[in-house]
């Protein structure tokens, strides 16, 4: 089975800290993907990676940055965290061949103060 | 460009009722169609999904699918519901080859007992 892992369930940061989630894939995925979740929004895409040192906006990039130096490894960077980015966020991976469906992480809810 | 459309944030069912979960999508081509669950304080996992090699599409735990081209509608449904059928469900698509994915926001199912 494809395990994606994030590395922490729950976070408390500040406001105006510099905050990094990241996220690992086990299945050599080419593409990983983060999405913020809240409540009546349903996922909302941040950004997206199809290779290593790739990346794309998705509908949501204000305020955050990604990293993806290796094929297994995408991080999200919150530049200067707000209490509007407290949130659930979701890291996902697929394959690249059309229809395959994406692979979550347990998410990581992070609380902003 | 994609779009879902998930009708009713929340339903009730009772345990061994029928459960009907809509959902509608909008595709400039062909789509690639999912159901994703989601229990709490989890991530997504896959219930099934459509491909384009059969219209009915079966899933885990009883989960079934049609696909309706005319109708644009790809709703869920489960003949007798479970109290471990309490969860998130979301809807999903993408075009074909493109692996952004577009979510709908999802229905919470309760089942009462």
């Known amino acids: 089975d494809v395990k994606v892992t994030q590395s922490s369930r729950y976070l408390v940061k500040r406001t105006g800290e510099k905050v990094f989630l990241e996220c690992v894939q086990d299945?050599?995925?080419?593409?990983m993907f983060w999405y913020r979740q809240d409540p009546g929004l349903g996922l909302r895409l941040i950004y997206f990676s199809y290779d290593v040192k790739m990346k794309e906006k998705g509908d949501i990039p204000e305020g955050y940055s990604v990293s993806r130096e290796k094929k297994e490894r995408f991080s999200l960077i919150l530049e200067s965290a707000s209490t509007n980015q407290t949130s659930m966020y979701l890291c996902?991976?697929?394959?690249?061949?059309?229809?395959?469906?994406?692979?979550f992480g347990d998410g990581t809810r992070l609380s902003i103060l | 460009a994609q779009s879902v459309t998930q009708l009713g944030s929340h339903v009730s069912v009772s345990e061994g009722a029928l459960v009907l979960l809509r959902c509608n999508y909008s595709s400039s081509v062909p789509p690639y169609l999912f159901w994703y669950v989601q229990y709490p304080n989890q991530g997504l996992q896959l219930l099934l999904k459509?491909?384009?090699?059969?219209?009915l599409v079966k899933g885990i735990n009883g989960f079934e699918a049609e696909f309706k081209k005319s109708e644009t509608s790809f709703h869920l449904t489960k003949p007798s519901a479970h109290m471990s059928d309490a969860a998130e469900y979301f809807c999903a698509v993408t075009e074909g080859g493109y692996q952004k994915v577009t979510f709908g926001t999802g229905t919470k199912l309760q089942v009462i007992p």
């Open positions: 299945m050599d995925h080419e593409n």
């Open positions: 459509y491909t384009s090699a059969a219209t």
């Open positions: 996902a991976s697929s394959l690249t061949i059309g229809g395959q469906p994406q692979h």
